[in-house]
């Protein structure tokens, strides 16, 4: 094995447009979020693998012999990494003491961990290492947190255990991978959230892989080719929901008011197609103020049909309000009922009119970060490259 | 001619549903809304003619013989009412001295009376009358003030006239007329909307007659047999707005954006019928919360899609905000773009909770008023059966 320190880094996910709407079989977009996760994966010759998560107080260290006794059996091919191997879990989840159903952040992040390490690394010696993992996202916010630490795991581990090369050049700031290595990123990313979510879409460690834009149509995942970057304000209005709940919710209303529900649905596919439509044409045409136009308007209209779809909040109403007096256009983005949202910002959008809008916002309470969509996926950093604030806490440990 | 002193009124009219997406071929429901018009119609023996309408400060008289002198040629038979009399609109625009084009209201109004009154009684000897008008309603406001007075006119001339009798007996505070003579006041109060509005729709003066509620597709207008009286608030932004001007900004956005715009037009047509079938329902069975609930889901999804159409305004927005803060849902009435709120107000909602709404939304700026819709048509009132301060309004001249 090579002689092993790199850092990597995965974007989050937000839903352009289309959020449950996809669940009735229309097309949504989702987006990277340049909110990011990054890792770093350390050789070490104490005999350990050490594993600290800061952003929830995970600091874990095991014996390598410790973990080698998890797996007396022999372990399935790397390739195969459509399934779980359901053993494995079984046994990680007695060991880190998950009973079954838990859903604790801390344990899930540890089992996913555990599970692509031993699957790489168990059918041969078990490498000493240290992972410290820091996020630029909240967790449980619905941005894609837990797929973007799946997918930086699975890209350092992969590199590690040689499956992959690191593509970082000595004169690069960063680098990303091929298709296919890709391709291997994130079927072993989305094995991580099977570990982490049960059931996942498949939607977020695709964008944290690829990043830019994903088309998701009846559990078909599109990777658009291009899409240009956008500068947007992501708030989070920290009000808690549950989108099973809101799922629900949705449902219920079409129930009660078929005849004026399935047009609104039909809408939103609409705003979906000609959002997809539009940022296209900005890669291909030189990009206009109508452009922008569009995409604000499109904005505009999902809100309210969002609204009707009865997943709006007043916190979300604050939101749009406070950014419509500075000009601005939001709406909310993915489960709805509270949560987050974003407002997109114009090329020419003053940065003392952003400076001041995240001042209002977060006057009301939320947290509001400058940020843009449609940026990288997953991809090797070069220490230089990275923040120097986020460099400070991956060397802390 | 029977010795003449009567008093009837006419309510104005709201669009509950289909505002716009009618122009779009989709099903809308006018409801007449009971801030009335009431008129004194009194015979003199001055030999004039004289005419108060207070609210716009238009007080004129005319000697008989100078208004005979107006028609000096036969004119049709009354039956024939579905066209003007060319002829008789233009000496009588010469006569008040309206240019054509000219949309003065004083001068309309003028001009509606003369041109019913000389129609009904230009073949006989012409009555000595005094006609006083007071209205509830703002004008103006998109809310049927002149077909309200157009079916006042119409309703006691023809009683003047002996074409229809007074409804009104001894022991009744107020009356209506069989439905032969609401058809014959209705095709009268058209003409005067015709001579106000050039080409209105037939729906204004339709609610002014019938009251109750009307369904109005495709220019065909149905009145609805029963429907239950609704409390509302009604509100007057004030904000200025252009009809014109905001149909044409709808079938701008219908023209930029038709996947997304014409499955909205569709929900509205749905929200239309889905409305009609609950009011209907709220005829035949025992009224309950849940009637009520769909009728406040139904506001507030129409008022989402009006925004979408692009006839919001902030104001309405804060009407909304305000409302919502006590519990109550509204939506805006007529053109949008400003002008009128429709406020909801449930049988069980306190009146305590709707002063202080009312207080509230004076504190914007709004004008307010606690109405209904779905109340009667135009009917006759005995004296004593008319509010005090309309009464006396009425008396003073």
């Known amino acids: 094995m090579q002689a092993m320190d790199y850092i990597v880094s995965a974007p989050g996910k937000a839903i352009l447009h289309g959020e449950h709407a996809v669940v009735h079989g229309k097309v949504a977009l989702a987006v990277s979020l340049n909110l990011r996760t990054y890792l770093r994966l350390k050789a070490t010759t104490i005999g350990k693998v050490c594993v600290n998560l800061p952003n929830i107080d995970i600091f874990l260290s095991w014996d390598l012999a410790e973990l080698k006794g998890l797996i007396p059996y022999a372990l399935g091919k790397k390739e195969e990494v459509k399934h779980l191997d359901a053993e494995l879990v079984k046994r990680l989840r007695e060991f880190v003491g998950a009973t079954n159903g838990s859903l604790d952040t801390g344990n899930m992040a540890t089992l996913a961990f555990l599970y692509i390490y031993l699957s790489l690394f168990g059918s041969d010696e078990l490498p000493s290492l240290t992972v410290s ?45 091929c298709q296919e290595d890709l391709e291997m990123i994130n079927s072993w990313a989305f094995q991580g959230e099977m570990i982490i979510h049960g059931n996942p879409s498949g939607v977020d460690n695709a964008v944290g892989t690829w990043g ?186």
Not at 135 to 142: K, Q, R, V
Not at 153 to 167: H, N, R
Not at 247 to 268: E, G, H, Q
């Open 133 to 177: 993992v820091w996020s630029e996202l909240p967790t449980g916010a619905g941005l894609g947190s837990s797929a973007a630490y799946s997918v930086c795991l699975a890209a350092a581990l992969l590199c590690a255990s040689g499956a992959i090369p690191t593509p970082l050049k000595e004169w690069d700031h960063t680098a990303r991978w």
């Open 212 to 397: 830019g834009m994903l088309r998701f149509l009846a559990g078909k995942i599109i990777p658009l080719s291009r899409v240009p970057l956008l500068r947007i304000l992501l708030t989070n209005t920290k009000i808690p929901r549950s989108t099973k709940v809101l799922v629900a919710r949705v449902k219920d209303r079409i129930n009660k008011f078929p005849s004026v529900m399935t047009p609104v649905l039909d809408s939103v596919d609409a705003i979906s197609c000609t959002c997809e439509k539009v940022l296209s044409e900005m890669t291909f045409e030189p990009i206009t103020g109508e452009h922008y136009n569009t995409l604000e308007e499109l904005i505009d209209i999902n809100q309210h049909h969002l609204n009707v779809l009865g997943v709006g909040h007043p916190a979300l109403d604050t939101l749009c309000r406070v950014t419509s007096a500075k000009g601005l256009h939001s709406k909310l983005t993915g489960a709805g009922g509270g949560g987050c949202g974003i407002t997109l910002l114009r090329p020419e959008t003053d940065s003392f009119v952003v400076q001041s809008t995240v001042q209002d916002l977060r006057d009301c309470g939320f947290d509001c970060w400058e940020t843009s969509i449609g940026g990288p996926g997953v991809q090797q950093h070069a220490a230089l490259s990275v923040k120097e604030e986020v460099l400070e806490v991956l060397n802390r440990y």
